[in-house]
Every structure is written in C-alpha cells, then in structure tokens.
C-alpha cells in the first residue's frame, strides 16, 4: 500500500533546511565591525572528509546544507579584512547550527584565530529532545544496543509492556513511535516497535550497536510535519562514515552474570519459574577511510552479540532435575555506508546494515520450564536487514532536493522440539503441562519498501517546502498450534494442532 504526503510551508525569517534524516547544515553571516554585511566573502568549511568553499551573498550570509554531523573548521576571508577562522564548530544531526562572524579591517595576510567556537544551537527548532553523538556513547554507561540510549532523552520512561526497546516518550505508548536509521523507517509494519516484534514473545529489538552510531536524536515533540508519522516519539540516528584518514577499532564487551548481585528467589503456591542470571558480550570491529581522497569515503562494522538467559524451574516440578538451563540467543550485527561527494553541491550514500540472530533450541519463554519435560523448548531465528539509497543536491543556491529509496525487512520463524498437543491438567495443584508447546509463532515476517522526495525553494528569507513520501508495506503473521490437525464435525481440517485443558470439578 502506497501512502502520499504533501507538505507545503511558508516562512518569512531566516531560511532554514527540511530536517534531514542523515545530516546536518550550518547558515551564517558575515558582518563588519559596525554590524553592516560584509558580501562576497569566501567560506570554507573544513572537516575529515575535506573541504568545500562557497561565498555570502548580499546580506552576508551563507547557508551549508547536507553536511555530515561532526566539527568544523569555518574559515571567512575577503580582501580588505583580516581572515577569521572558527574550529571545532559542531554540527548535529537534524539541525541547522547558525554562526556569526565579525570580519576586522586590516591585512588580508593576516590571521585572525578562534581556537573553539561558542556552542551553536538551531535556534528555529521548535523540537524538544536530544541529540547523542558518539563520544557521549562512550562516556556514559549504557547498554550496547542502540535502544539502551533511547533514555537519555528528557521524557522519556519504561512503557511496561511494550519491552525496554520501544520507551514511553513524553506519556505516549511505547509503540507510538516512529524508529529511522540513515533515512530508512524501522518501525514495524504490523506493531509499531523497533525491529522485530513477536506477539508471543514481545520486542526483541534491533541488533544494531551504538559502536556504528554516529549520532542519535530523540525528539519528544515538535517534529517537523515532513517527519512526523507517530503520535509518540521521533527517533533518528546515523551510522559514522568514512574519512580521508584510515581508522578503525577492534572491541570486546563482557558483562558476566558472576558479577551480578545476589537474586531474591521467588515462590509461588503454583510454582514460579526464576531468572537466575543474565549475561552478554560484544566482540567485533569497525574500519573506515577513503576511496577517493576529499570524494569519496567507506565504513565497515560487524560484532557478534550473544545474550545469555539462566533459568530455575520451580520447586517440586519435573525439570527441576535439569538444575539451571540456559537460553542463548547469538546475532551477528554488521553496518556499511559509502559515501561519494559530487562536487559541492551533491551527495549520494549508500548503506547497509542489519542484525541475523538465533536461539538455539531452548526454553524461548520462562514458562517452558513449567512442562513435565523439554517439549516445550524451541530455537529462533529473526532480525532484519536493511538498506538505504540517498541523494542531497543543490541545484541552485536557491533551490535544494533530497530523494530516497530505502529497504526495511525483518523476519522470525520458531521452530518447536516437540509437534504434539498441549494438555494442561488442572484437576492437580499445582497444575501439569505436557505434549507440545502449544501456541508458536512460525512466521512473522515484515517488508517495507520506501520513497521519499523533498524540495526546498529559498528566496531571501522566504522558504517554500514539498515533497512525497510512500511506502510499500507487507506483513505476514502464522501463529500456529503444536500438534496433528483435528477435523471437525462438518468434515473440515484444522490448519494447525490443538491445546487441551482439563479441568477440576467446580
């Protein structure tokens, strides 16, 4: 099903860009001593991936778009002044950081040196939230998932039932929020969670490690329209690229359930199932630099993520004997962007990035530890795999497009130990569970093709704003019943087995 968004906005202030899934822009202005605009200047705009120059306009000012987060060298220069340069000038994702330079009279072979540029903010914004970027990932103590940085951000809170992945943002249900990751929506199709979502088991996530995150932003209101499809929150985020220098790590995570505190055991009049310790590691790598030197730039990451659940039957019960019993989930998470810069006005990036993920054959869910044996046990195989096709152009200096074409799929499919029916007897205390495992999800499957256009038109500091947005969106959901199939009386097969309860006598 194709969905058409048509935004149509007119402002009379200073002009500011469509908030960009993947990128940032920086506007200034250029003025003299006595505060009149200095015209013509040269503007170069300096990073790791080189350098691009363009000149103020009549006003004096200057408007960057399309640039990669990270910090600036900002360097203005025009005869008769002494050039002034800025460093470490920072540019955010989704923003547009606007900077003041005053040009003093004298020799233009002179220097003028700010050592640290002052803090810029975007201030037309009108969202409310947080932008992380990666040295604040490695700062803080956070879990290794992308979704563990979701918190940070003012508003946000557990939303209970929705899992840890999807946070309640500013009072909304944690699957009211929309998920993006270099442009391309991540958001369920069937559930509105982050990644995969299993009606049997709940969130089970994206795979994707903050180590591929070059920055991520929260807002938890006033999103631009172009960008709003939820009612909750709007998360965005955009993997590192590449530079004209070669860099790289190598990495290993260990967090052990030896050095958990001491568990409280739970009991219960009908047997309770307990998590005795939980335990997971990270090991992998990330590597980036350039193809063409100033054009043209890669980035490659992968990790291999296991999590490891440690579950205690309740006392009494028949798999007691097997004492504490593992559920160990292993993905591997990987990531790779190419980006080529046409000149300096255009910019095309390619990326990839995705988590596989297995559970080998296992109690998937605390309450396979309540059968009489280990039919209930089951193995698991999900994640998704995505990839994101973007063009950032100027076509004039009063006239910017961005165009997208985006692939999102995630996938889960259990497959059970035992195919047989599922008979609960309630005539005992506690009750038993034996046969099959019951209810299981044998596919749920999401596929979600998209395309985006904007176009932004700037006359003076008047802007006119348009686009299109569409996606194609599949799901395929079988929740099916352990066992053989049952006719019924009008002579018809069941698709799937059974679930048979007795019960006490009232």
Excluded: C
């Amino acid at each position: 099903m194709w969905v058409a968004v048509t935004v149509l906005v007119l402002g009379s202030s200073w002009p500011a860009l469509a908030q960009h899934a993947t990128t940032g822009a920086l506007a200034g202005r250029a003025v003299g001593p006595d505060g009149s605009p200095v015209a013509g200047a040269s503007v170069t705009l300096a990073s790791e991936q080189g350098a691009s120059t363009l000149t103020t306009n009549q006003d004096g000012r200057f408007l960057a778009p399309h640039l990669t987060p990270g910090a600036y060298t900002v360097r203005v220069e025009l005869e008769g002044f002494r050039p002034a340069e800025l460093q470490g000038v920072e540019v955010r994702l989704g923003e547009q950081s606007e900077l003041f330079v005053t040009m003093s009279p004298g020799a233009f072979s002179d220097m003028v040196e700010v050592t640290a540029a002052a803090t810029v903010l975007d201030l037309r914004s009108t969202s409310v939230g947080l932008t992380v970027d990666d040295e604040l990932f490695s700062r803080v103590p956070l879990g290794r998932r992308l979704a563990d940085a979701f918190y940070l951000a003012p508003g946000a809170s557990s939303s209970s039932g929705a899992g840890t992945t999807n946070p309640s943002i500013s009072g909304s249900s944690g699957l009211e929020n929309q998920y993006v990751v270099d442009g391309v929506n991540l958001t369920n199709s069937r559930y509105g969670a982050f990644g995969v979502y299993s009606s049997e088991y709940g969130p089970l996530g994206n795979g994707v490690t903050t180590e591929f995150i070059e920055e991520l932003q929260v807002r938890s209101a006033g999103a631009e329209a172009e960008l709003e499809q939820s009612t909750g929150g709007l998360v965005t985020a955009v993997t590192r690229s590449g530079t004209n220098d070669l860099a790289g790590s190598a990495f290993a995570y260990l967090t052990p359930a030896a050095l958990e505190g001491d568990r409280q055991r739970l009991e219960l009049a009908d047997g309770a199932v307990n998590t005795v310790g939980e335990s997971s590691s990270e090991l992998g790598f990330t590597v980036g630099g350039r193809i063409v030197r100033d054009r043209a730039f890669y980035f490659v990451a992968a990790s291999r993520v296991a999590d490891t659940t440690t579950y205690l039957a309740p006392d009494g019960f028949p798999l007691e004997a097997l004492g504490e019993v593992d559920r160990d989930r292993v993905g591997m998470a990987y990531a790779g962007k190419l980006t080529v810069l046409i000149g300096s006005g255009h910019r095309l990036e390619l990326s990839a990035f995705g988590d596989p993920t297995s559970g080998d054959t296992g109690p998937q869910s605390a309450t396979a530890m309540r059968y009489e044996s280990t039919s209930a046990f089951s193995a698991l195989d999900f994640g998704g795999h995505n990839q994101g096709l973007l063009y950032q152009g100027v076509l004039s200096p009063g006239w910017l497009v961005e165009a997208s074409l985006a692939h999102a799929a995630s996938d889960l499919h259990e497959t059970v130990s035992v195919d047989e029916w599922q008979v609960v007897d309630e005539t005992v205390t506690p009750s038993t569970t034996v046969g099959g495992k019951g209810r299981y999800e044998g596919q749920n499957d999401g596929d979600s093709l998209q395309l985006r256009a904007r176009s932004t038109h700037l006359w003076g500091r008047h802007e006119l704003r348009y686009g299109f947005s569409g996606e194609d969106v599949s799901s395929v959901n079988t929740r099916n019943i352990t066992g053989p199939s049952i006719q019924l009386s009008d002579g018809r097969w069941t698709a799937s087995g059974a679930m048979v309860t007795m019960l006490a006598d009232p």
